[in-house]
C-alpha cells in the first residue's frame, strides 16, 4: 500500500472489493460532445477539401451503400420508375414512327410489336418483357429489325441496373451495423488493482449464441497534446496495451470478459493522479475487431 501511494501519489486509493465502498464520492462529470459516440458514430465533418462532391461520385457504389436507406430506397424506387418510363417511351415512339397506332384494325398489316397501341400497352409490354413474365399477348415481331436492337439494349440496360442496384441493397442488408446492439460494453471503466498492479479494467459481453470468430480488441486514447518541438496535435491517437504481447487481446466471447490495461511506465495514464484524471480531456476508444460467424462478414465495432 505505501509503495503504491509513494508510486501513484496521495489521490489514489486502492479498490478492495472485501471491504466497504471507497469513502471519496464521484464528481459529477459535465456532458460533453464524444470524438467517437456510444453507438460508433465518428462526430468527424471534413471541409476544405476541394472537389469532394466529386470524389464521392468517382466510388459511386459504395457512396450509396453508405447512404441512410430513405435515400437508398428512394434512388431504388426513382431508377426503375425513370429506366421503364424511358424505355416505355422508345417503344411507343418506335410504334409511333412506323404508323401501328392507327392500323391496329387491319389485318394484314404485321406491326413491330402485337398488340401495341398506345402509350400504356407499351409499358405493359415493358414489363413483361423486362420481367421475363412473357404472357404472350404482346411479342416483338420478324419484321421490326429497330425493335430487335430495342430489345438486346433493353436486356443489357436492364441487367446493369439490376446488378447495380439490388446489389447495392444486399449489401447494405448485409452489413453487421446492426450486430453491435447485441455487444454490450460496461457503461464505465474503473481502475483498481489485478495481481498486484493497478489496471484500467472494463467489461464486455456478447448476448447472441453465434460467436465472433477472431475477435481481437483495441484501445486508443484520444487526447490532445504539444511535442517537445512545440507542435500541437488536436487528435493525438496513443495505443493502450490490453494485452497484445500475452495474447490476452484475443477473445473468446462465450461469456462476459473483463479486458485489462496495466497502468505501468508505458501506459499514457502513468502520470496522471485521481484529481488530474478526472479533469483531464481524453476519450478512451474501444476497437472490437471479428468475423460474424453466421454471414462470415468481417466486422468491426467501436
Not at 471479428?290 to 468481417?298: A, K, L
Request: proline letters at 3%; a positive charge; aromatic letters at 12%.
Amino acid at each position: 500500500m505505501a509503495a503504491l501511494r509513494r508510486k501513484f501519489g496521495e489521490d489514489y486509493q486502492v479498490v478492495n472489493t472485501t471491504n466497504r465502498a471507497p469513502s471519496f464520492s464521484a464528481q459529477v462529470k459535465k456532458k460533453r460532445q464524444r470524438f467517437v459516440e456510444k453507438n460508433g458514430r465518428c462526430n468527424v465533418q471534413h471541409g476544405n477539401l476541394g472537389g469532394e462532391t466529386s470524389r464521392y461520385l468517382s466510388d459511386l457504389f459504395t457512396t450509396l451503400v453508405d447512404l441512410k436507406w430513405r435515400w437508398n430506397l428512394l434512388i431504388f424506387i426513382l431508377t426503375y420508375t425513370v429506366a421503364w418510363l424511358v424505355m416505355a417511351s422508345m417503344w411507343w415512339i418506335i410504334a409511333y414512327i412506323r404508323g401501328d397506332l392507327y392500323r391496329r384494325h387491319d389485318a394484314s398489316y404485321t406491326p413491330c410489336v402485337a398488340n401495341v397501341y398506345n402509350f400504356p400497352s407499351a409499358f405493359l409490354f415493358f414489363i413483361e418483357t423486362e420481367a421475363t413474365i412473357g404472357y404472350g399477348h404482346r411479342y416483338i415481331t420478324e419484321k421490326c429489325p429497330e425493335g430487335i436492337i430495342l430489345f438486346l439494349f433493353q436486356s443489357l440496360l436492364g441487367s446493369i441496373v439490376d446488378a447495380f442496384l439490388i446489389g447495392c441493397m444486399f449489401i447494405k442488408m448485409s452489413q453487421p451495423k446492426k450486430r453491435a446492439e447485441t455487444l454490450m460494453f460496461s457503461q464505465d471503466a474503473v481502475i483498481s488493482q489485478r495481481d498486484g498492479k493497478l489496471c484500467l479494467m472494463f467489461r464486455v459481453g456478447n448476448l447472441r449464441n453465434s460467436h465472433m470468430v477472431s475477435a481481437q480488441i483495441r484501445c486508443k486514447v484520444i487526447k490532445s497534446r504539444q511535442t517537445p518541438e512545440g507542435e500541437f496535435l488536436p487528435l493525438d491517437q496513443c495505443e493502450l496495451d490490453v494485452g497484445f504481447g500475452t495474447g490476452a487481446d484475443q477473445l473468446f466471447l462465450v461469456s462476459p470478459l473483463t479486458i485489462c490495461h496495466e497502468i505501468n511506465t508505458k501506459s499514457p495514464f502513468f502520470d496522471l493522479s485521481q484529481r488530474s484524471l478526472t479533469n483531464e480531456q481524453f476519450e478512451i476508444v474501444v476497437i472490437l475487431e471479428g468475423i460474424v460467424e453466421t454471414t462470415g462478414e468481417p466486422s468491426c465495432f467501436m
